[in-house]
């Protein structure tokens, strides 16, 4: 079996934060698995493919499509979903999926609120930004959330409520809670942890603080860039203490 990967950028990360684009881009080709990149604008970086986004923009439609038209052009068995704001650390692209009717989210992630002294985790923070699945099994997903999109003739903005409702992370939301379907999910953990970047460019607004959850996580560790195993923060991004 084989696995590869698909990264989905709106390029839009302001010019300050170029280095969070190129740091994560040079981790991910280290990773030396084949790379579809549905992106905005045209990029030497693995297989591109630029998306037409006139009357859509950035919002959720958007990069299901570019996650969908990046799913059809791999040839590989199993992909790994990779965003242009997440540090991959190798251990991550390690993994094989055991099962192809099966979503695997590696949890062993760090989330940083960029470039601040301050990053959190939890036992279940699970994201797109962490799958890893069979492609033939997003592929059927994600037609058939654009099917059910059409069908029910669902509005179009940049983070529809029916979007939250049926959940980000397919197999995460059972269909009794409001999800799209039943397809099941485990939670994984790679050797050595993962850094979600947290910036103003953000396209959706995660929890950092304990007062922003609506259901606290009751294992929620906050931790300095000096802690994360794996990782240098400080000297990979020159951040120096005076700057935090």
Known sequence: MSNGIIYYTNNKLCPKYSNIFYTVQKYIKDSGLPIVNCSWKSMDFGENIVIDTKGLGSCYMTMA??????????TADNVFFCEHDTLYHPSHFEFTPERDDVYYYNVNVWRWLFPKDYLISYETLASLSGLC???????????????????????????????RVWGYEPGRKKMERGGLTDEESVLIKSRLPNVDIRHSRCFSNS??????????????TVAGIDDIPGWNLRELFGISKSEL
């Open 133 to 163: 699945c069979n492609r033939e099994l997003a592929i059927r997903h994600y037609r058939l959330r654009f099917k059910m999109i059409e069908e029910l003739q669902l509005p179009h903005s940049r983070d529809p409520q029916w979007a």
């Open 65 to 74: 499509r570019q996650i969908l038209m990046a799913l059809e052009a791999s």
């Open 207 to 220: 929890p950092m603080f304990s007062h922003q959850f609506r259901n606290l996580p009751p294992d929620l």
